[in-house]
């Protein structure tokens, strides 16, 4: 996990060089401690906050200088709503980028957390039967995805049939994970199977 999450941060233009305001949990969800690793795994300062405590994160945000905001998209409007009331600026904060995930968000919520935060956010959606992140929209292309191909491999299928479709057609997203030991996800025509190992 610490390898995709590592990707998923690059891919958001994350470097050893960001502070990285982890706001996931570090409890039973595997996604604070996914991002922390990740983190580590660039070389980037990552500042252990977890979820909750708002005006905590907003501090946090003023003295450490963050430069990347983790955490999900309802909550970093819930920032946002609570700098407004501190009489924040956002304009005057570095972090100008922020990796959201663990929950679906439209793209009119994106625009929201721009015009808010003043930050650029970058999507890491969880998979839930493979529990580690796997699509990215690019953050130099809003509207272009990205996968780690080396650790899944992502395929469009008709859900009538299940067979492959060719490039460009409409159909259901699948993903076959290469490197999940635990209980690897395998797609196959007709069927989609989740095999505990």
Same mark, same amino acid.
């Given at each position: $996990?610490?390898? @995709?999450?590592? %990707? ?10 960001? !502070? @990285? ?23 980037? $300062? ?14 946090? $945000? ?34 100008? %980028? ?10 009119? $919520? %994106? ?8 930050? =650029? *956010? ?13 699509? #990215?929209?690019?953050?130099?292309? =809003? ?5 780690? %191909? ?8 008709? *859900?009538?049939?299940?067979? =492959? ?8 997203? @699948? ?8 209980? *690897? @996800?395998?797609?196959?025509? #007709?069927?989609? #199977? #989740?095999?505990? !190992?």
């Amino acid at each position: $996990m610490s390898e @995709v999450m590592a %990707r998923t941060l690059a891919m958001g233009d994350t470097t050893a060089k960001d !502070r @990285v305001q982890n706001a996931y949990g570090y409890g039973l969800f595997t996604g604070g401690l996914g991002v922390h690793y990740g983190a580590r795994k660039i070389g980037a $300062m990552v500042i252990p906050i977890s979820g909750g405590n708002t005006k905590r994160q907003l501090q946090i $945000m003023k003295d450490f200088g963050t430069t990347v905001l983790c955490c999900t998209p309802s909550y970093s409007l819930h920032i946002a709503e609570a700098g407004k009331e501190e009489k924040i600026d956002f304009r005057n904060c570095p972090s100008g %980028r922020a990796c959201f995930g663990a929950e679906s968000w439209s793209e009119n $919520m %994106r625009k929201e957390i721009e015009e808010k935060l003043h930050s =650029r *956010p970058s999507i890491s959606t969880a998979l839930p039967k493979s529990s580690v992140p796997a699509w #990215h929209p690019n953050a130099n292309g =809003r509207n272009c995805s990205m996968c780690s %191909r080396t650790i899944f491999i992502p395929e469009i299928i008709n *859900p009538e049939t299940g067979q =492959r479709l060719p490039d460009g057609e409409k159909g259901e997203l @699948v993903f076959t994970t290469l490197t999940k030991e635990g209980t *690897p @996800v395998i797609q196959v025509p #007709h069927a989609r #199977h #989740h095999l505990p !190992r």
